[in-house]
């Protein structure tokens, strides 16, 4: 039948067809039953349709068949009501089996905080080790078909979350504005990151590689661009990394420095580009009714200190994010400074990134 | 030429012309509304598919910008459930219910000329969304917060859309109850009556139980928006989860209103073309209302990645296999029917016999998707987007397309085009097929739903499945063209075009009088479906 036939086709294609090749042992143990299943349901299909097509085909009118006037068949009715429960004990049994062990997120080796955000993912290794955010690294000229599109198009960003093979990885899931959901299917992971709750899982990953996943639950109109990049490195390579990650922090954090204009323009265009442009448009115009505009806006174009204080804490309510959490001291001081010099906006001033870490105190 | 004219005998004065049509009472009057009605809807949120489909031909945002695209998404969903799926059904329910048991009409002619009425100016309202600031509303049918609670003026104006749309269904539902239960023709006992009755019956009641669910809990969104409530909002104590809870406590048992009536259509169908009466007609009035007790104690099975306790999961991963055991008697019964038949096949029997195929692929996947761990890979994937057409289009709105090509010689009083309806079956079968079963393994190989651009290699399939939604959309201005082509004429029809047909409505003459039944009609002393 068609079925088959579009499966075949796909998998001759180089399509895929199945799940991805699991990278946990729950990702396999999930991978098996879901081939369990399926070869029930093939059986079953069998069963039903071999029968209804050879009646489709032998009782025909347009063969003289004659309709018989049987109705009913007690014996049979129950055969077919107790002979599907238990094929579904069967399968309850070992699905059972695998949600315990889903659950089981105790003896963890580190535990890492997974924060959604309207668009992007933000990590935060909770023992002793980094915090940073998460984004699409894909530029807007690929999506906007202005450029080819990479070999990850959609599926990549600026700083994937690293963690240590042979090790059992807690996660812990939160959100600070929509409900997102963190899913990578190599690794069998997919739990809902909910805001104002904490929710947890866990994988354990044992061969070295990249795991690519994506956000799956509606969370706006950036839903498509918020993307998952799990590199699993021996725990050796995962201590340097981390040691890496502690001296840029502390570069960061040392930002006595003064920035000319041009300096931060440049740099909050990046900032810009990754962080605000899908709800107020690379061009600033905003999408009516929904995202307001920063051309020309009243924020954008008023004081600086009322504008600081919107990004640095958001607007409640509306999609409008605290950033201060989430950016850089350089980054928001940044963006600021661009979005204040740039499209129609002439404010000609600028902010230091001094002026953003006298916020924190 | 107006009913007045082709049936001399009813000379009662009605109105012509617009007037007619707003102040009709009469239950095909009505009927026939709520048919057009649905039909609009379909093509309109059909065409809204189209657009979907446009964007996702390619990877790359083509057409569509991403804030657009999810309100397309929102629309189609919310459109063809509410617009399309459920109006039909009651659109047959009016028609075909008082005929099928002997009734002269509907209990509450007046109430039931509001319950349609209600309906355009609900569709008024969710059209126009589109036009307000910010555009129609894009959260998903699903409406979930916070993500509702972020939106413009058009999330309250579909608010507004879901109470009248729910005052509208339980109106109509409180009508088909009491027509059930009080205007039997005499003899026709609970256990006589077609099954199509008996699952518009029990799909009453399952409206009456959750629509009032619904209602609440977008008015809870309502006022979290407006009026400073925090039901789903964790910084006031509320809990977003709390919605999904509550919304799919309508929502499950929601899917079985769209269904049980398809349950009913295809018990109709496949008696009539096989020649043979229905196997197991008192198991197969059990299974619906099983089905229906079971719809209310499954919600959470659209929920296991929120996050629920090991206890919570596996209730509900049994309770939802356990559907599929009354599920699967409904199979065994139509090809049991089937089995030793004289069976022919008009258009109205393949699309039945499609569904009966198809459907089942759709509970396949079904069985697929309780199983929580793989539940937990494909939950918001393309195999749920697969899974839930294969239910809906192949389960709900093919088996409308029966229906339709069904009693047509009935209401029109003229055959369709059989060449016409059997292109639209083969066009729709096939298209149906190549637009969706790829979607399984797009679902499978990591592809999100509701998501307007995708990565590469996710292009083929995407391709495939816009390609066979292109045919699909064409092939229904076919259905369009032979309804209108059958209402206008056509062969004469005669009183029982189907000689295997066996229920009421077929001893009356075709078209059916304007009004039938007026004296209870005596019943055979052959039940019109023995049990023993």
């Known amino acids: ?361 | 030429m107006d009913a007045a004219t082709l049936h001399p005998v009813h000379h009662e004065a009605h109105e012509t012309g617009v007037m007619r049509w707003l102040t009709t009472t009469n239950h095909k009057d009505i009927g026939t509304l709520y048919l057009w009605f649905s039909l609009a809807m379909f093509l309109f949120a059909g065409s809204l598919a189209m657009l979907i489909r446009a964007e996702l031909f390619q990877p790359g945002l083509q057409f569509l910008q991403p804030a657009v695209f999810n309100q397309l998404t929102a629309m189609h969903g919310l459109l063809m459930i509410f617009g399309a799926i459920m109006p039909a059904f009651v659109g047959f329910a009016n028609w075909q219910v008082p005929l099928m048991i002997g009734a002269p009409d509907m209990a509450f002619p007046r109430l039931n000329n509001w319950s349609f009425w209600l309906l355009p100016a609900a569709a008024c309202l969710l059209l126009a969304s589109f036009f307000v600031p910010g555009g129609a509303m894009a959260a998903g049918w699903t409406l979930y917060p916070p993500l509702f609670i972020q939106g413009g003026i058009a999330y309250d104006m579909t608010i507004l859309a879901i109470h009248i749309l729910g005052i509208s269904s339980i109106l109509g539902a409180i009508n088909i109850i009491t027509t059930i239960l009080n205007l039997r023709a005499p003899g026709m006992t609970l256990m006589k009556m077609p099954l199509f009755v008996w699952t518009w019956l029990i799909t009453a009641f399952l409206l009456v139980a959750v629509m009032p669910i619904l209602a609440s809990v977008v008015t809870m969104l309502l006022t979290d928006r407006h009026f400073g409530t925090h039901f789903f909002d964790a910084a006031g104590g509320g809990d977003p989860v709390m919605f999904q809870h509550i919304f799919w406590f309508f929502g499950h048992p929601e899917v079985y209103i769209m269904i049980l009536p398809a349950f009913g259509i295809v018990s109709t169908i496949i008696p009539t073309f096989a020649r043979k009466p229905l196997f197991g007609y008192v198991s197969m009035v059990y299974a619906v209302a099983s089905i229906a007790i079971l719809s209310f104690m499954v919600w959470a099975h659209h929920m296991f990645t929120t996050g629920m306790p090991a206890a919570g999961q596996l209730f509900f991963m049994y309770s939802t296999m356990l559907i599929a055991v009354p599920t699967g008697v409904k199979v065994f019964n139509w090809v049991a029917t089937l089995w030793r038949g004289s069976i022919s096949f008009e258009t109205p029997m393949l699309f039945a016999l499609a569904v009966v195929f198809l459907f089942t692929i759709g509970g396949f996947s079904g069985l697929v998707l309780a199983m929580v761990p793989v539940d937990i890979q494909l939950q918001d994937t393309y195999y749920v987007v697969a899974h839930f057409h294969y239910v809906l289009f192949s389960g709900a709105a093919m088996s409308i397309m029966a229906a339709i090509y069904y009693w047509l010689p009935k209401w029109t009083g003229h055959m369709y085009d059989e060449r016409l309806g059997k292109l639209h079956f083969w066009l729709t079968t096939i298209a149906f097929n190549i637009t969706f079963f790829p979607m399984h393994f797009l679902g499978l190989a990591g592809m999100p739903r509701r998501i307007p651009d995708y990565a590469l290699q996710f292009a083929g399939f995407n391709m495939m499945a816009s390609i066979g939604a292109f045919v699909l959309g064409a092939s229904q201005l076919i259905f369009l063209y032979t309804v209108v082509k059958c209402i206008r004429g056509g062969a004469p029809a005669g009183d029982k075009p189907w000689d295997g047909a066996t229920t009421l409505e077929w001893t009356l003459p075709s078209p059916a009088p304007y009004h039938s039944f007026a004296t209870p009609p005596v019943l055979d002393e052959e039940p019109v479906h023995d049990h023993t």
């Open chain 1, 1 to 361: 039948m068609i079925a088959p036939t579009l499966g075949a086709l796909g998998a001759m294609a180089g399509l895929a067809i199945n799940l991805p090749p699991p990278a946990t042992g729950i990702a396999t143990e999930i991978y098996e039953l879901h081939t369990l299943v399926l070869w029930i349901c093939a059986g079953i299909f069998v069963v039903v349709f071999v029968p209804m097509f050879y009646a489709l085909w032998r009782h025909r009118k347009a063969r003289g068949h004659v309709a018989a006037g049987f109705h009913g068949n007690t014996r049979l009715e129950v055969v077919w009501t107790v002979i599907p429960m238990l094929i579904l004990v069967g399968m309850a049994w070992p699905a059972t089996r695998v949600v315990l062990a889903m659950k089981n997120v105790g003896g963890s080796d580190l535990t890492i905080k997974v924060t959604g955000h309207q668009w992007k993912w933000e990590y935060e290794y909770l023992d002793d080790g980094p915090r940073f955010v998460s984004n699409l690294a894909t530029p807007r000229e690929q999506i906007d078909n202005g450029q080819p599109k990479s070999d990850h198009y959609l599926l990549e960003v600026d700083k994937p979350l690293v963690v240590p093979t042979g090790r059992k990885v807690r996660l812990v899931f939160t959100a600070t504005d929509v409900i997102h959901s963190w899913w990578v299917p190599a690794i069998g992971v997919k739990q809902d990151a909910i805001p104002g709750f904490i929710r947890e899982a866990w994988f354990q990953v044992d061969q070295a590689g990249v795991f690519r996943g994506q956000c799956a639950e509606l969370c706006g109109v950036g839903h498509a661009f918020m993307p998952i990049v799990v590199e699993a490195v021996p725990p050796e390579r995962f201590a340097a990394w981390k040691t890496e990650q502690a001296t840029a922090t502390a570069i960061a954090a040392a930002a006595g420095k003064e920035f000319s204009l041009a300096e931060l323009k440049t740099r909050g265009e990046q900032v810009y580009t990754t962080n605000c442009a899908v709800c107020h448009q690379p061009t600033g115009v905003g999408i009516a009714g929904t995202f307001p505009p920063l051309d020309r806006s009243p924020v954008a174009t008023g004081a600086k200190a009322a504008h600081l204080d919107r990004v640095f804490h958001g607007k409640p309510g509306t999609a409008m994010q605290a950033f201060g959490p989430q950016l850089s001291d350089l980054d928001i001081a940044a963006v600021i400074t661009y979005e204040r010099n740039s499209w129609h906006n002439q404010a000609g001033d600028q902010l230091q990134p001094a002026e953003v870490a006298a916020l924190r105190k």
